[in-house]
């Protein structure tokens, strides 16, 4: 068994300007040549964004403290919150706005096949 | 964007008897020839344990809430709790339980590499 830490203590601050007032802290490896899987914690603060980009591969977002707001291809936002998930599809424009501040497990693998779609 | 469920409400009690008092909320469809990866959202309640077993691929427990003691091949238990994760390598026995109550999003895939390892 090995042992990792993905506390709000041990989170980076990436320097991606697409990320506004958001940590990560990383549970894998990133994506790379021989690592087709990435996850970690992602933490917005109030007011932050993940902003506008492509997947570059399947993403699972699973929101597990907070609420905010997620859109796909379509830019049309729908509110999430803790208990809900999203799926994009490799290279889906997506984004994730928080107002009150979201912790999300994000898993990113093409080999994510969601459930009962 | 594709929604999915994970809340306490959206959860099912598994006909698995190494399973006490755990309930799964699952993201992805279950690993079989074709689905490399699996992954959900794993509650135990107060008392409740995922009793000792071998994992089928490497698996990753992150506890998003609660806490509980976690044991690998030794069989030597560890404190866990919110904010920290684990990493058991595919065939490894191990054992999950919680005297509080205990949250998890668990991924299961060869693909895992731990950060840092």
Redo the contacts between chains.
Sequence with gaps: ??????????AVTPPDPRLENVTI?????PLAP????Q???YRIAPGGRMARHPATVRQ?L?V??GSGW????DGRE?PIG???????EPG?E?ETRSAEGL?A?I?Q?D???????
């Design positions: 068994v090995e042992r990792l830490s993905c506390g709000a203590e041990d802290a990383p549970l894998t490896e021989g690592a087709s899987l996850a970690g914690v699972l699973v597990v403290d997620v859109s796909g291809r729908e803790a208990g809900e998930a999203v799926v994009w889906e997506h912790t497990v898993v693998s080999a994510i096949v969601p459930f009962g779609g």
